[in-house]
């Protein structure tokens, strides 16, 4: 089973940028898709980015298109997701997530394995 550990949240200026990261462990994420998805308070799971298990593939939520970039490392069993040109509308807590067999989704309930979550937090 895959336990994935997010980090790199913080708080950051409207208009900067943050890098997050998501080491999984347990078993190799190498042939899973991996997204990235948030919840803002009072608000549903959303989704953010996801990559296809052969990196060929990404998604990006309309509202983060452009400004966020989702990355693998199969050789560190990592993902990431690089967001610039932050907006307060994206403080939430950002979570991890990966689907072990099918393709690349949008759909929370694709993915079974999931991370504690990191806090991004952006001031105006």
């Known amino acids: 089973q895959v336990q994935l550990v997010e980090s790199g949240g913080g708080l950051v200026q409207a208009g900067g940028s943050l890098r997050l990261s998501c080491a999984a462990s347990g078993r190799s994420v190498s042939t899973a898709t991996m997204g990235w998805f948030r919840q803002a308070p009072g608000k549903e799971r959303q989704f953010v980015a996801a990559i296809s298990w052969y990196g060929g593939a990404t998604n990006y939520a309309v509202a983060v298109k452009d400004r966020f970039t989702i990355s693998r490392d199969d050789a560190k069993n990592s993902v990431y997701l690089q967001m610039s040109s932050l907006k307060p509308e994206d403080t939430a807590i950002y979570y991890c997530?990966?689907?072990?067999?099918?393709?690349?989704?949008?759909?929370?309930?694709?993915?079974?394995?999931w991370g504690q979550g990191t806090q991004v937090t952006v001031s105006s």
């Open positions: 997530a990966a689907r072990v067999s099918g393709g690349i989704s949008s759909r929370p309930d694709d993915f079974r394995a």
